[in-house]
Every structure is written in structure tokens, then in C-alpha cells.
């Protein structure tokens, strides 16, 4: 085990609506990134968060947004649900900034409908 | 990444056969290798990492190879088991930059 958690695990939305889906970083771990893995696909980086601000972001709109708090769980928000947007949420958390040791969590499932 | 496909490369082996997975990679730049393995249902799990200043390094019953001349990764994984069916990825960084995944490749293991 990895020590990240995500949750939900599963969820199901329709178009239009809003998430947030939650992640809990392994302890001692300051620096937490969300990729987004479309069926079978790799993953792709959404944005990474380091010391509670955002610290790098791949090309994903302004209607994906995250937070960072000071014990270091992360929120990733999705507004204006699309059906493309149906994918499995990953969170990985590193001890310091892009040292690409990432410890990933298991994953949140989102189906838009 | 580049885009890809929904149809991923599967490689289908013997129980006790040597498997060999092949990444290529696009940035000239990129100096941290990392293999990683995803079941179904779960994140990605860390095998093995290798730096640009090395070519080979070795772990338990897995081997990564660097070619940097062709920007080519490779896996090898000994007497491989049931328990290693999953999806492997390859994923490379430069410097200070998030990890860049790659396609993945299926592999599955015939008992």
C-alpha cells in the first residue's frame, strides 16, 4: 500500500453538473498531483500542487481547479461536467516537488452521463 | 504524452518465460526513467527507476535498459509469474517538470 487515499472511489455524474473528488497523501509527503487516465490510456498530468500552491499544470481548462491544505490532502474540482471528462482521477503524492518518486492512490472512477 | 489509441500493445508470455516490454520516449531532454505497473482496478505501483547518467540497472527479477541514443526504455522481467499481469508504463521527466506517462502495454501471463 501507498499510504494515498482518494475518495469517492466511484462516482456517477451527468453533464453539467460539478465534482470534487478528495486525496489524502502519504504522511510526510508536501507535494500532490492529479492525473486524469482515460480508458486505456496513460495517464495525463492534470495539475501539481506543492506547499498549498499550485506548482505546475498541464493542458487541462480553467474548469479543472484544486486545492492544497496545510496537512497537505488535496481537492480536485471539475465544474461543467462533460461526457469526456468520464475517466479514472488519480493522486499521487511525493516528498518534495518533482523528485518523480510518486506514491499513487487507487484512483477515483468518474462516469459523466 | 502523444495521443493514443484505445487499443493498448499486449504482450502474452509463458509462466516462467523471460518478458520483455519496449517504451520509446520523445524529449531528448528527459533524464528520470520510471517503470510503473497498473492491476486492474488500482493505481499505478513503482518497479524501477533509472537515471540518465546509467544505461542498465537491476532490481528483484527486473531489468531496465536505457538506450538515450534512440530514446528507448526497455523492461525485462524474469521467470515471470501470474502475479505480473498488468498494465506497464513507462513514464520520463527533465528536470524539474511533472512525469510524462507513455502508452502502456499489456502484458498477460498464460499459466
Known amino acids: 500500500e501507498t499510504g494515498v487515499t482518494q475518495s469517492p472511489t466511484h462516482l456517477i455524474k451527468t453533464r453539467g453538473q460539478q465534482v470534487t473528488l478528495r486525496c489524502s497523501s502519504q504522511?510526510?509527503?508536501?507535494?500532490v498531483s492529479w492525473y486524469q487516465q482515460a480508458l486505456g490510456q496513460g495517464p495525463q498530468f492534470i495539475f501539481q500542487y506543492y506547499r498549498e500552491e499550485e506548482n505546475g499544470r498541464g493542458n487541462f481548462p480553467p474548469r479543472f481547479s484544486g486545492l492544497q491544505f496545510p496537512n497537505y490532502s488535496s481537492e480536485l474540482n471539475v465544474n461543467a461536467l462533460e461526457l469526456d471528462d468520464s475517466a479514472l482521477y488519480l493522486c499521487?503524492?511525493?516528498?518534495?516537488?518533482?523528485?518523480?518518486?510518486?506514491?499513487f492512490g487507487e484512483g477515483s472512477r468518474l462516469t459523466v452521463l | 504524452g502523444e495521443s493514443v489509441g484505445l487499443h493498448l500493445p499486449t504482450l502474452s508470455v509463458q509462466e516462467g518465460d523471460n518478458s520483455i516490454i519496449n517504451c520509446a520516449y520523445s524529449?531528448?531532454?528527459?533524464?528520470?526513467f520510471i517503470w510503473y505497473k497498473q492491476e486492474s482496478g488500482k493505481g499505478p505501483q513503482f518497479i524501477i527507476d533509472i537515471r540518465s547518467n546509467m544505461d542498465k540497472r537491476q532490481g528483484q527479477r527486473v531489468t531496465v535498459l536505457l538506450n538515450k541514443t534512440v530514446k528507448h526504455l526497455s523492461l525485462q522481467i524474469a521467470a515471470t509469474q501470474p502475479g505480473d499481469s498488468a498494465v506497464y508504463f513507462c513514464?520520463?521527466?527533465?528536470?524539474?517538470?511533472?512525469?510524462?506517462f507513455g502508452k502502456g502495454t499489456r502484458l498477460s501471463v498464460i499459466a
Open positions: 524529449n531528448s531532454a528527459s533524464d528520470y
Open positions: 499521487a503524492s511525493e516528498r518534495g516537488s518533482n523528485t518523480g518518486e510518486l506514491f
Open positions: 513514464a520520463d521527466k527533465s528536470g524539474n517538470t511533472p512525469l510524462v
Open positions: 504522511s510526510g509527503h508536501n507535494t
